[in-house]
């Protein structure tokens, strides 16, 4: 049962253009949504979340949307920039947002941004 | 102030073996969780330790258990090896506080190859 999914394993951008990851999920009691990039040999370093009560949270060139009556969240990167190029992990605590131990992770989707 | 460190970076064992994996939490964190990444998945959360207790479990069996110590440092225990306990084995601290919502910091993982 995956209640997170990212159903595209692979993404490629030209640089400066708009880099969009897409995330889905089943549960409707989730509270809060995370997102995740991952460098080769590295952990998932945090990138930028979003509460449900928001439908939008911004920082920098990274913006989260949430679109709760379709479960359906995405992450805009823009401009897109190389060294975004990375894996892109959408995640949702399973205990809510005061205790995001539990994570439940999408599959990821990996980015390549061209120079 | 030190990030999360994992140690050994990578090991090879055999089926039936046992192993420990070892976890350094960032300092003054008192929360850690474990999680397993197969080759093209996302992590899977195998139980998280909160104050040296056991604090939730997902969907792992008894042969993989954890210790949390005074220090807030963290081991993961694996018994009787399987051919597909092969992954990437990440732990994440946090530091839990009443109210508010905890960002998890990853390390950079243990590559476990069971032959």
């Known amino acids: 049962d995956q209640q997170v999914k990212q159903n595209s394993p692979s993404l490629s951008v030209q640089e400066g253009r708009i880099s969009i990851l897409n995330c889905d999920y089943t549960n409707s009691m989730f509270d809060y949504f995370l997102w995740y990039k991952k460098y080769p040999a590295e952990g998932p370093t945090f990138l930028i979340s979003i509460s449900s009560i928001k439908d939008k949270n911004e920082d920098g060139r990274f913006t989260v949307f949430l679109n709760k009556s379709a479960k359906h969240l995405s992450l805009h990167i823009v401009p897109s920039q190389p060294g975004d190029s990375a894996v892109y992990f959408c995640a949702a605590p399973a205990y809510g947002s005061s205790n995001t131990g539990k994570l439940i992770f999408g599959q990821g989707t990996t980015l390549q941004v061209k120079p | 102030e030190t990030g999360v460190t994992q140690s050994p970076t990578h090991l090879i064992k055999t089926r039936g073996q046992q192993v420990t994996l070892r976890c350094s939490s960032q300092s003054g964190h008192n929360t850690v969780s474990w999680y397993q990444q197969a080759l093209g998945q996302g992590p899977q959360f195998i139980f998280q330790?909160?104050?040296?207790?056991?604090?939730g479990r997902g969907n792992f069996p008894p042969r993989f258990s954890g210790l949390q110590f005074p220090n807030y440092s963290s081991e993961l225990n694996v018994n009787a090896l399987e051919l597909d306990d092969s992954a990437l084995y990440l732990c994440?601290?946090?530091?839990?506080?009443?109210?508010?919502?905890?960002?998890?910091?990853f390390g950079p993982g243990t590559r476990l190859t069971v032959l």
């Open positions: 330790y909160y104050r040296e207790e056991e604090n």
């Open positions: 994440a601290s946090s530091l839990k506080q009443r109210g508010g919502t905890d960002t998890q910091y």
